[in-house]
């Protein structure tokens, strides 16, 4: 007796939404059903805005933050401080650095990091355009603001490496203890850069 299956096309909704992060195939096919029956689904808004946000986003050409005009919302903005840029690992990392509201200067996203394990070469980074972009844009200083493993120490090694002979100012993020956390719970690389990042609280 042929085994009987969903029709095709509730097979392919099922098979493109296990490709989602974080979706298995149980989840898929509990996701597609409740899109195939629920009152409440509305599939052809979702359809809508997928594809709204597949044909008006774009990163950037400047920074690479997602924009949907010519420039994103940050560089479009004439009260931005021209003379920083923050380089970030990826354009999810600005809005969790705008929402602290302590820096008001410009981002570049290089769109991932040097990994050598993972075929990640310096020339796969949107490393050349932070070059033109400090040639052209004449900024005072670059702040890398890496992850603090391997990858990213490595990433913000070979930047700072890089920039040596050019006119600008290169920092990092200071790295330093948990908020809310107590020194007991620090892990010694924690406490190390913490103790080396230390800054002045009265001189
Ligand atoms: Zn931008």
Not at 19 to 23: E, M
Not at 120 to 125: M, S
Not at 177 to 186: K, R, T, V, W
């Given at each position: 007796m042929k085994r009987v299956a969903y029709p095709p096309a509730i097979q392919a909704l099922t098979a493109e939404l296990k490709?989602?992060?974080?979706?298995g195939p149980r989840s898929a096919e509990r996701i597609a059903l409740w899109m195939l029956?629920?009152?409440?689904?509305r599939p052809l808004e979702i359809a809508r805005v997928i594809r709204d946000v597949h044909e008006t986003i774009h990163a950037?050409?400047?920074?690479g933050f997602f924009a949907t005009?010519?420039?994103c919302e940050i560089c479009a903005?004439?009260?931005?401080?021209?003379a920083l840029i923050c380089v970030v690992e990826?354009?999810?990392e600005i809005l969790p650095l705008e929402r602290t509201g302590v820096f008001r200067g410009l981002y570049h996203t290089l769109g991932g990091r040097i990994a050598p394990l993972d075929h990640?070469?310096?020339?796969?980074?949107r490393i050349d355009t932070l070059i033109e972009r400090i040639k052209a844009e004449a900024p005072a200083e670059i702040i890398?603001?890496?992850?603090?493993?391997v990858e990213g120490e490595a990433t913000a090694n070979y930047l700072a490496q890089l920039l040596r002979d050019l006119p600008v100012q290169v920092t990092r993020l200071a790295q330093g203890?948990?908020?809310?956390?107590?020194?007991?719970?620090?892990d010694e690389l924690t406490l190390t850069r913490a103790m080396s990042g230390r800054t002045a609280v009265k001189s």
């Open positions: 490709r989602l992060p974080g979706i029956q629920s009152r409440d689904a950037c050409p400047r920074c005009e010519a420039l903005d004439p009260a931005r401080d021209l990826q354009p999810t990640i070469g310096p020339e796969d980074l890398l603001a890496l992850g603090s493993d203890l948990p908020a809310g956390g107590g020194l007991e719970h620090a």
